[in-house]
């Protein structure tokens, strides 16, 4: 993006060019030393990290602030001037891109789906979406590639140049621009282990659109470090199409930078399906307590519906493999305003640290 309401120079300016050099913020790793806390489960000498992109200092922060302006940069890239979102009632890529289209006078439309039976409350992004005057389209699951192609047919008709976020009315062709926000956001990782002189054994990640985890693989293979980048699926889809989906973001990646797509990169994906609890939005006791535990160990906000999930994930699957002696990065994905909407729902009294 250009001028003085970009996120890279908002980013700059809150820290610095010295450090936006040497990664997104200075202080973005968090190190958890919980090997000698009770009921810890991350000991048996794992060291754990978290990069903290929940505080990526725009729109209440996350991963979807980078994914949001590679979009606006491409979208203006591609000559358009009128954007199409889409996402559920929980979506912190519409909270954020509604955002950024406001603040730069782009015409944003959301495309937002719900499943048969679910909850239809507004969320404290669904506020921030509708405050921000995104339009708000409403539609079943199966009539999101019908939706998106009325909205932009009207759009064309008024004159806009629309641009679909996904690609095609299907949502395909468009996984490059998204990976690459965290392809780059690799290097700051690369940078903090350059300066600890070692390099992290595993990655963990939410794995919902699969972009993020995409992202992470295209600079973890262009970097050629050994750490193995683990998806924790949050969402519904089936798993042998987020592997296609995530397989084919990183190849979308390599072709849209004219880079040299290594061999045997499938290998590379790794994901879990085995923690998402029915799939997304669903959850029971245990991500509570997750919640609880971590807030009230660490001052961590984690929601029910992405990172909370994926850091039991990540949890359960270091008990489960044993592993030990590990250094382990988790990279919080944001969701703040999901924190929120978590916490209007426990009672007073209900659960103490």
């Keep these: 993006m250009e001028g003085q309401n970009s996120v890279e120079t908002i980013i700059q300016r809150l820290y610095g060019q010295e450090n936006q050099d040497n990664g997104v913020c200075q202080g973005s790793m968090e190190y958890r030393d919980n090997r000698n806390q009770q009921g810890s489960m991350e000991c048996r000498d794992n060291e754990i990290y978290i990069k903290r992109d929940d505080l990526l200092p725009f729109s209440m922060g996350g991963n979807k602030v980078r994914i949001a302006d590679a979009f606006l940069r491409d979208m203006r890239g591609s000559?358009?001037?009128?954007?199409?979102?889409?996402?559920?009632r929980h979506s912190n890529l519409c909270r954020v891109l509604s955002n950024l289209c406001a603040q730069n006078g782009v015409r944003c439309t959301m495309i937002c789906s719900h499943e048969a039976g679910e909850d239809?409350?507004?969320?404290?992004?669904?506020?921030?979406?509708?405050?921000?005057?995104?339009?708000?389209?409403?539609c079943g699951k199966g009539e999101i590639a019908a939706t998106v192609e009325r909205v932009m047919g009207e759009l064309q008709?008024?004159?806009?140049?629309?641009?679909?976020?996904?690609g095609n009315k299907f949502g395909q062709g468009n996984e490059g621009t998204a990976a690459m926000a965290y392809a780059e956001a690799y290097q700051e990782i690369v940078a903090f282990e350059r300066r600890m002189g070692w390099e992290f054994d595993y990655i963990f990640c939410p794995s919902g659109t699969g972009a993020t985890q995409s992202g992470l693989i295209c600079g973890h293979l262009l970097a050629g470090?050994?750490?193995?980048?683990?998806?924790?699926?949050?969402?519904?889809?089936?798993t042998e199409r987020a592997f296609r989906v995530i397989k084919?973001?990183?190849?979308?990646?390599?072709?849209?930078?004219?880079?040299a797509l290594p061999e045997g990169f499938e290998r590379e994906i790794f994901l879990l399906d085995e923690y998402r609890q029915g799939g997304y939005g669903l959850y029971d006791g245990r991500i509570r307590d997750c919640i609880r535990r971590e807030y009230c160990r660490n001052?961590?906000?984690?929601?029910?519906?992405?990172?909370?999930?994926?850091y039991w994930g990540m949890q359960e699957y270091i008990q489960q493999q044993q592993l030990s002696g590990k250094k382990i990065l988790f990279l919080h994905t944001g969701g703040t305003p999901l924190f929120y909407d978590y916490l209007s729902t426990v009672s007073p009294g209900q659960g103490h640290c």
């Design 79 to 88: 000559g358009c001037d009128a954007m199409i979102i889409y996402g559920s």
């Design 120 to 138: 239809d409350a507004p969320t404290n992004n669904t506020h921030l979406i509708d405050w921000a005057g995104t339009e708000i389209v409403h």
């Design 157 to 166: 008709s008024q004159g806009f140049k629309p641009y679909y976020i996904y």
């Design 225 to 238: 470090d050994k750490a193995k980048i683990i998806g924790v699926m949050i969402s519904s889809r089936e």
């Design 248 to 259: 084919e973001g990183v190849r979308s990646y390599f072709e849209k930078t004219e880079q």
């Design 299 to 310: 001052g961590l906000p984690l929601d029910p519906i992405y990172t909370a999930k994926a």
